[in-house]
């Protein structure tokens, strides 16, 4: 303990016990029962750092560091600060910083100073600096005094605090007690809106707070308990919706009805009831004052009711280290997972490395065996055979192309042969050939009938005899009605415009059933071989002028084409003649069709 010859100057604090070792410090704490005391406290001097501070935290000696934020010296310059464990208080001196700890300061400080544990003795010589407020000097008398007064009122506090909990001032949920006497509450006097929130509020302001509320929700909570026949004196506490901050009320039922009362807090913080202090700080000491039968207070407070549960600092101490346990949980839980996550990732990146390199390998030993297919002789030989067969595949196509010009000029020579043939003996369908003639073996393959002759236009394109000039659908269909006799398969060629060169025609072609199937022929916009090719209705020919078409249509049979042509209608030549014609079948097409 320390030495009581000793003094320090008033910044160091009543509770400062200079170099007393840290052992003897921890045996001032524990005893009386210090270790129930949390916050109880003492500073000392510490010999790697400028002072300890020795508290009492979960009923263990808990020690912390008391550094400046700047300077080594003893001294307490006006520009330094305190730091507790690293942290900046902003205080000055021991006695700043122990007012400072009395309250909690969230994670950092999670406990409050309670009781000092008195060391050495405060020289009353000295006054206190401090950078925020100047105070003016004081003499030796007036300090000593001001130390003993502000003593005395906390002795009175703390008796008036141990006199509060003596009288139990608190509930026992169907009984409530107040000084001498107790009564049950009844009904909606334990159900009030502040008591169903489940809020909680200091120890301080007693169990019968109700915060914010107004007369109307007062009457109706006292009125149950005035029209049960309770006995004068029932009561609660709250805050008007008028006051201000520092202003309460009290609403007391007082001989059948119900009145209000305010409660101010005065400049030395005492609280007054109609401009009497009640002896203490808080509601509490309001409570306990109001009990009794005082000077102008003619009704003693019997029973409350109801209001906001109460709490202590130490439920703040234990829901704030809940609340802190709580986040530590979730961070290493966050933080596992994250492990988790990464091992997970890496175990992917992993396996896919190793994948990669397998398919890797495969692709190099592919490529090796593809290599020593290419290096053997005998595939080599194969290789060679397949060009050489597509040489041979080629030179016989281009053989083919020459022989089928061959044809082509043959078959010309062949139409103009019977074209003349033709002009000489209309009437004869075929010319016997002799067998000596060249172009005998071609004669004989050819159906004369609808191969006619053709000749020379002006502009070198051949005219054929079969070839109708361009006219509607309703005049072609006249001809060939006029002049098919009703024969399966006779047609009628026309172009499709004046315009047109030789490229684009219609066949309109007599079926069985009588009726007329028109036929559209194009030339292919892509060369075959030597030349483009004719189309019908979109359907390959194979060749290249109409007359061939003709001939090839006349010797097939598929799903696009289903009758084999036979014979064909002539066109007239004297072109007068055929005017006269055509104006005669195109009347006489459209009698019949307006008979059908």
């Known amino acids: 303990m320390a030495a009581a010859s000793l003094s320090v100057e008033a910044h160091m604090t009543p509770y400062y016990h200079g170099d007393t070792s840290k052992k003897a410090c921890e045996a001032l704490l524990l005893t009386n029962g210090g270790k129930n005391v949390t916050g109880k406290y003492l500073f000392r001097k510490s010999k790697i750092s400028e002072y300890v501070l020795s508290v009492i935290y979960k009923g263990k000696v808990t020690h912390h560091m008391i550094t400046k934020q700047k300077g080594s010296g003893a001294e307490l310059p006006s520009s330094d600060s305190w730091l507790i464990n690293g942290s900046d208080t902003g205080t ?148 008007p919706p008028d006051a201000d901050a520092s202003t309460y009320a009290v609403w007391v039922l007082s001989q059948g009805e119900i009145k209000r009362h305010p409660i101010t807090c005065g400049a030395d913080g005492l609280m007054r009831v109609g401009g009497r202090p009640v002896g203490g700080g808080t509601l509490v000491h309001v409570v306990q004052y109001l009990s009794a039968r005082q000077p102008g207070w003619a009704t003693p407070l019997t029973t409350g009711v109801l209001g906001y549960q109460t709490q202590t600092f130490e439920d703040l101490e234990a829901k704030e280290l809940a609340k802190v346990d709580a986040q530590h949980r979730e961070e290493e839980s966050k933080k596992w997972h994250e492990l988790q996550e990464r091992k997970k990732h890496h175990e992917h990146t992993r396996k896919r490395s190793i994948k990669l390199k397998e398919e890797s390998l495969e692709a190099h030993e592919r490529s090796l065996r593809v290599q020593e297919e290419l290096n053997n002789p005998e595939l080599e030989a194969i290789r060679a055979e397949s060009r050489a067969q597509i040489e041979a595949q080629k030179q016989a196509a281009a053989v083919a192309a020459q022989k089928q010009e061959v044809v082509h000029v043959q078959v010309s020579k062949h139409n103009r042969l019977l074209e003349a043939l033709e002009q000489v003996s209309p009437d004869i369908e075929s010319v016997p050939l002799d067998s000596d003639d060249e172009d005998s073996a071609l004669r004989d393959d050819v159906q004369q009938k609808w191969t006619p002759s053709k000749g020379k236009k002006s502009d070198g394109t051949p005219e054929y005899a079969f070839l109708h000039p361009p006219m509607s659908e309703l005049e072609a269909h006249g001809w060939l009605n006029e002049y098919g006799g009703g024969q399966c398969g006779a047609y009628l060629v026309r172009l499709q415009s004046s315009k047109s060169t030789g490229s684009a025609y219609f066949i309109d072609v007599l079926h069985e059933d009588g009726g007329i199937h028109t036929h559209q022929v194009t030339r292919s916009k892509v060369k075959k071989g030597l030349f483009r090719e004719l189309l019908v209705d979109g359907h390959s020919t194979a060749q290249p002028a109409i007359d061939l078409v003709l001939q090839y249509l006349g010797s097939i049979r598929a799903d696009w084409w289903m009758v084999p042509l036979a014979d064909y209608v002539r066109p007239l030549r004297e072109k007068k003649a055929a005017r006269q014609e055509s104006k005669r079948i195109v009347a006489a097409e459209r009698v019949r069709r307006k008979s059908k």
């Open 92 to 239: 000055h001196s021991l006695a700043e910083l122990a007012a400072y700890l009395s309250k909690t300061r969230g994670k950092k400080w999670p406990l409050a100073l309670t009781e000092g544990v008195p060391g050495l003795p405060v020289a009353p010589s000295a006054t206190v600096a401090t950078p925020a407020k100047k105070e003016p000097d004081v003499t030796a008398a007036a300090a000593a005094a001001e130390s003993a007064r502000l003593a005395q009122q906390q002795r009175e506090l703390d008796e008036d605090a141990a006199a509060a909990a003596a009288t139990s001032i608190a509930t026992n949920d169907a009984a409530v007690t107040v000084g001498h006497t107790s009564q049950p509450a009844t009904g909606a006097t334990g159900e009030s809106r502040a008591f169903l929130s489940g809020e909680r509020v200091m120890e301080e302001m007693t169990p019968y707070y109700h915060g914010d509320i107004g007369d109307e929700e007062v009457n109706e909570l006292l009125s149950v308990m005035r029209h049960g026949g309770a006995a004068t004196g029932n009561f609660l506490l709250g805050k």
